[in-house]
């Protein structure tokens, strides 16, 4: 078991404050979207926040058709998850569980595919009616919430059930926010890796699917503009699911603690808030974007998609080789310089190797660049009419900020002096030349 050091988010106090914050601004978001026009709400008085409540009470209560709708995809591919056939692999050795390798079945490729063929299908039969979901965003959102907040409890009353409890500070708010669970599984179904990879993407796709549906429906074609955020969306869940097996050295799988910071922003602001240009696109006329701005547009999202795929695939595919669980696989798309041959890395005192190759000899967090860049397509894909289709944009810069400093906090008392020499080989952290 690892033992608690120290509290982040400002403690319990700043943990409380994210999650009232948290569960605020995706209703604050679906509210601006379904009843001021995609604007910018600002209430003034108590009667403008009661309003609010009321919008929430009679358009976004829990409903059976809600439950049905996102229960049953959450079972469906956790059946996926356990059944399809997929790559079997073992994890990074794990610390808190004595560096024992856990065991998993990578199909969130096939699981991915396989629910967007029969999704389609079904679109294309007659048979489901995807744009209804635009019209129900609100009674989905708070299902959403709902299965994620218990979510949140059930790992963290497991933990201790199961003596699973890692980390814990023993204040149970911030417990159960920041987890003390690293790896709450149900059988070789891990729940972390589920959450992060397959449902908060695949949900959020279905979404901006959804939304074009609905605009197909109402005005007979679908618009550039929601063409690039279908390109966005497809790409993003794409390429989790695609690199599963890559995401087992990732941060978030090794060391972070599944709660309810995780389990909120994967079951349920993540898809339901990073869909709000969807969704705005939705409920406007159809935006036909300049041919030449769609075109810059795609090509830097497209470009920005590559350095993050190929960016995260070549430091995870590092940290596989070094462990002797790098395995080649073929699922689709295989970009260019994912993989590098005897790259060049940083020998430190404590015995670990820092990647200082592939794009990484450039910028210490390019793939964070790339991703920013795409952040700022989803906006652009609105035009400037409106402030908060950049809602993501500004809220994304905000969290990857924040995730650079806790990494070069963790990183500073890792390597010590090291990490000194680290940042004199590769000095710039995010745009190479300037910063």
Request: proline letters at 4%.
């Amino acid at each position: 078991m690892d033992i608690f050091t120290e509290y982040e988010f400002g403690g319990p106090i700043g943990a409380l404050a994210v999650m009232l914050f948290s569960h605020f601004i995706v209703y604050y978001l679906w509210i601006c979207l379904a009843f001021n026009d995609g604007a910018v709400l600002i209430p003034t008085s108590l009667t403008d926040w009661s309003s609010m409540l009321g919008y929430v009470r009679e358009y976004a209560s829990p409903t059976w058709w809600a439950a049905k709708i996102y229960l049953g995809f959450l079972l469906v591919e956790g059946i996926f998850g356990v059944t399809l056939p997929g790559f079997r692999t073992d994890g990074l050795p794990v610390r808190s569980e004595g560096w024992k390798r856990l065991p998993y079945l990578c199909n969130a490729f096939q699981s991915w595919w396989l629910t967007l063929i029969g999704v389609c299908a079904a679109q294309f039969m007659g048979w489901i009616n995807m744009a209804s979901i635009v019209d129900h965003h609100g009674e989905l959102l708070t299902m959403s919430i709902i299965v994620a907040d218990s979510l949140a409890i059930y790992v963290y009353l497991s933990a201790y059930i199961t003596r699973k409890v890692n980390r814990a500070s023993g204040n149970v708010l911030y417990d159960t926010f920041m987890g003390i669970n690293l790896n709450p599984r149900i059988g070789i179904l891990d729940i972390k890796l589920f959450c992060e990879v397959r449902i908060s993407w695949m949900i959020l796709f279905f979404l901006t699917f959804s939304a074009a549906c609905k605009q197909y429906q109402d005005y007979g074609y679908v618009a550039n503009s929601m063409i690039i955020m279908l390109i966005a969306h497809l790409y993003y869940c794409n390429a989790c699911c695609k690199g599963e097996e890559r995401i087992l050295a990732c941060f978030d799988i090794i060391h972070e603690n599944f709660g309810w910071m995780l389990a909120f922003w994967n079951l349920a602001g993540v898809p339901f808030s990073y869909c709000f240009n969807s969704m705005f696109l939705a409920r406007h006329a159809p935006l036909d974007l300049n041919w030449g701005y769609f075109a810059v547009c795609v090509v830097v999202l497209l470009f920005a998609a590559w350095i993050h795929d190929t960016g995260n695939s070549q430091k995870n595919t590092f940290r596989q080789v070094l462990d002797g669980t790098f395995v080649q696989r073929n699922t689709f798309p295989q970009l260019p310089w994912g993989v590098l041959k005897n790259p060049k890395y940083m020998q430190t005192e404590c015995g670990s190797k820092i990647l200082i190759d592939g794009w990484f000899k450039y910028a210490r967090k390019l793939p964070y660049t790339a991703d920013i860049a795409m952040a700022l397509i989803w906006g652009m894909s609105c035009e400037f009419t409106h402030l908060l289709p950049y809602f993501y944009f500004i809220f994304f810069v905000g969290m990857i900020s924040h995730r650079y400093f806790r990494d070069v906090d963790r990183m500073q008392k890792k390597y010590g002096k090291d990490y000194k020499r680290y940042c004199e080989i590769v000095p710039y952290v995010f745009v190479p030349g300037i910063y």
